[in-house]
C-alpha cells in the first residue's frame, strides 16, 4: 500500500512526500498564483509516466544483460480544451544508445516493461492515446513497428 502526503507551503505551493519521506515540490501555473516555484502536477503525471517505463525497460535490458550508454525518454501531451482538461493524447520517445542494443532487443524490452508491466501507462491507456516511438543506436522506429522495418 502506498502511503503519501502532500502538505500546502503558501501561496501555491504544495510539497508532496512520498512514504519514505522523499519531497517533490509542486506549483500551480501563473493563471492560478503559481510563482513557477515547483513542478506542475499534470507534468509531474508525463514525469511518472516516462520514469515508469524507463526503469521498467531498463530493468528488463539489464535481466537480458543487454547494456546501454545513454537513455532517455521524452514525452509531450496534448490535453483537452474542457475542463477537467485531461491529456488526450501522450507522445513517448524513447532514445538509447549501446552497443548490443538492436531494435529487436530493445522492442522485446520496450513490450515487456512500458507495455505490460508499467502500472503508470497501464492507468493513463484508460484515459489517453499513447503513441511510442524508439530511436535506437540513430535508427527511429514508431510503435507498434511496420512489416518494412528489419526486426
Not at 502538505?7 to 510563482?35: H, L
Request: glycine share 8%; proline share 3%.
Amino acid at each position: 500500500m502506498s502511503t503519501i502526503r502532500v502538505e500546502w507551503k503558501g501561496n501555491m505551493v504544495f510539497e508532496g512526500k512520498d512514504s519514505e519521506n522523499r519531497s517533490v515540490i509542486m506549483d500551480a501555473s501563473t493563471i492560478y498564483g503559481g510563482r513557477h516555484e515547483g513542478v506542475r502536477p499534470m507534468e509531474l503525471l508525463l514525469i511518472s509516466l516516462a520514469g515508469c517505463t524507463g526503469i521498467e525497460v531498463g530493468h528488463a535490458l539489464n535481466k537480458m544483460r543487454i547494456p546501454f550508454t545513454k537513455f532517455h525518454i521524452g514525452v509531450d501531451a496534448v490535453r483537452r480544451e474542457e475542463i477537467p482538461q485531461i491529456f488526450t493524447e501522450i507522445n513517448v520517445e524513447y532514445v538509447i544508445e549501446g552497443k548490443g542494443v538492436t531494435v529487436k532487443k530493445f522492442l522485446r524490452a520496450f513490450e515487456l516493461g512500458a507495455v505490460k508491466y508499467c502500472s503508470v501507462a497501464n492507468m493513463l491507456k484508460a484515459a489517453s492515446q499513447i503513441r511510442y516511438s524508439f530511436v535506437v543506436n540513430g535508427e527511429r522506429c514508431v510503435y507498434p513497428l511496420t512489416d518494412s522495418v528489419a526486426v
